[in-house]
């Protein structure tokens, strides 16, 4: 009995082609979309790590879904660096909003002895850096301010009397002005 291994048949597109293209159109190798999908699970992983800090296994499952995360983060942020500037600007740009957020995630996290040492997580803090200085150097970054809001002044208060009775309901709403 002998086993004849045929070649697999190649596949041949509708117009002939033996290899057909895999892309027809160019597609940018990250989104705005893109960028907060990953930094929301980033920030998941950053809560799930610092809120498992007591139990020891738990936390180690936590830091290592933060470095696997932390990882895509450091690829996309490189993806960045390399890639076109009108495109990082148009997605790190701007108000800074995405940078800023990816930036006050990373630097309360604390990690265990166990993965303090891993590159993953320097590699990150150094990506974060490089954008900073291509923002700057494009000048289009805006450091982190707090937005201060202003209360409204009240000026009084509609249906306001002197005198109340014992037991009444009162029912008062502020009028603002501005």
């Known amino acids: 009995l002998k086993c004849?291994?045929?070649p697999r048949p190649v596949r041949v597109s509708a117009a002939g082609l033996a290899h057909p293209p895999t892309r027809r159109f160019h597609m940018p190798p990250y989104t705005a979309e893109k960028?907060?999908?990953l930094f929301d699970k980033?920030?998941?992983c950053a809560q799930r790590q610092a809120a498992n800090k007591g139990s020891a296994v738990k936390?180690?499952?936590a830091e290592s879904d933060l470095l696997k995360c932390?990882?895509?983060?450091?690829?996309l942020l490189n993806d960045a660096i390399k890639g076109n500037r009108d495109l990082l600007v148009e997605v790190f740009g701007g108000n800074c909003k995405r940078f800023h957020r990816l930036r006050q995630t990373k630097d309360p996290v604390e990690l265990s002895p166990m993965h303090a040492s891993d590159s993953r997580w320097e590699d990150l803090t150094?990506?974060?850096d490089?954008?900073?200085?291509?923002?700057q150097q494009l000048g289009t970054f805006k450091p982190f301010a707090v937005e201060k809001k202003v209360a409204p002044e009240i000026s009084g208060y509609k249906g306001f009397r002197r005198r109340f009775d014992?037991?009444?309901?009162?029912w008062m709403r502020p009028e603002c002005e501005g």
């Open 4 to 6: 004849i291994f045929l």
């Open 35 to 37: 960028v907060d999908d």
């Open 42 to 44: 980033f920030e998941k």
């Open 59 to 61: 936390l180690r499952a």
């Open 70 to 75: 932390s990882e895509n983060c450091r690829d």
């Open 126 to 128: 150094n990506a974060i």
């Open 130 to 135: 490089t954008i900073e200085e291509i923002l």
């Open 166 to 170: 014992p037991g009444e309901k009162i």
